[in-house]
């Protein structure tokens, strides 16, 4: 299915003037036909008012960055593109199946949570009921920010983890929206939900060894909380190549969201903190062995004390109780000799 643009000329002012002026002179010459038994004249300004009022449904109007898909007795009429005022044949119709669908999502507000026309405003005149139904039918173009419920997905080590994700998508062909999928808003939202976890699954949550997730046989750094940029972009291209045929274009993907499952969260944390806490004492260890290196060095350079090996066994020995201890050192001071 191609999308056809109709070349319609914004002539729905025009069509509205002849219409004012045509109900006005048919209500003129019916009054004049009464008035003089004009039975052919009557006749006719009868079906004037009795049948002008076909011509409105064919007055469109359409906003900025808003689209039209109309259908004329089944088949495909068109597309209206561009704001304005437009006539088009008034016995074409709007079709947007998603025109009732709400997601969590910017531009999908709902009016007190119905759908449908019993969630419009009914009007006591016909064509104000049939003008809000229109407006239902419209189909945004802009672009729109769709935030899915947050999933629980198991990463490549077989972790459970809760992430969600932003998408900004808009509709870039209509037709193929409207007419290659039942609704198109659901279509993405599940398409969205399949590739998120297609490449969830290929990703640690941190850097682990010997994970592949570029899929080349090579071992990478690749993890979800340290690759965040890749995986939303792989995110977007999966589900770009997936929503294709419902003419929609993914714009850019984001994660919102990204925790261990509250099942394994406080394991993980407590990983993590010996991680941090081995990381810590590494550090504090190579600082200590290098202060006592320097001390010796220091000692003998003066020739202040002569050392032998079980002398010195001891000092490094002491020194590093001091330096790695967790609490202050308590000096004991030697009175005697140190033989």
């Not at 906003?63 to 044949?89: H, I, M, R």
């Not at 229109?134 to 920010?145: D, H, R, V």
């Not at 592949?212 to 995986?231: F, M, P, Q």
Request: with cysteine; net charge neutral.
């Amino acid at each position: 299915m191609k999308e056809k643009i109709l070349t319609t000329k914004k002539n729905g002012m025009a069509v509205l003037l002849l219409f004012i002026l045509a109900m006005l002179a048919a209500a003129a010459g019916l009054i004049y036909s009464a008035v003089w038994a004009r039975i052919g004249l009557l006749v006719v300004c009868v079906l004037v008012l009795v049948l002008g009022w076909i011509v409105l449904p064919g007055l469109k109007i359409l906003k900025p960055q808003e689209a039209l898909v109309l259908t004329l007795f089944g088949k495909y009429y068109g597309t209206l593109k561009g704001d304005g005022f437009y006539w088009v044949n008034p016995f074409s119709t709007a079709v947007n199946p998603a025109a009732n669908t709400r997601l969590n999502q910017s531009g999908d507000v709902d009016g007190g949570g119905k759908s449908g026309i019993k969630g419009m405003l009914v009007s006591t005149e016909g064509f104000s009921v049939a003008r809000q139904e229109e407006n239902g039918k419209k189909i945004s173009l802009k672009i729109m920010t769709l935030n899915n419920s947050r999933q629980k997905i198991n990463d490549c080590l077989g972790n459970p983890v809760e992430i969600g994700i932003a998408v900004m998508w808009r509709v870039t062909d209509t037709a193929k929206a409207v007419f290659n999928v039942d609704n198109y808003k659901e279509y993405l939202s599940l398409q969205c939900d399949s590739a998120l976890r297609n490449i969830v699954r290929l990703y640690p949550y941190d850097v682990a060894p010997n994970v592949d997730t570029t899929g080349d046989g090579i071992a990478d750094d690749g993890s979800l909380r340290g690759s965040s940029e890749l995986v939303a972009e792989r995110i977007r291209q999966e589900i770009q190549n997936r929503v294709d045929e419902a003419g929609i274009e993914i714009v850019e993907a984001r994660i919102t969201y990204l925790a261990y499952a509250t099942e394994i969260a406080a394991v993980m944390l407590q990983r993590q903190q010996a991680s941090a806490i081995i990381d810590a004492r590494k550090m504090i260890v190579d600082g200590a062995v290098g202060m006592v290196e320097m001390a010796l060095e220091r000692l003998n350079e003066g020739g202040l004390v002569t050392l032998d090996e079980e002398r010195k066994a001891a000092m490094v020995s002491n020194l590093l109780v001091v330096l790695c201890g967790n609490h202050d050192a308590q000096p004991i001071v030697n009175t005697g000799t140190l033989y």
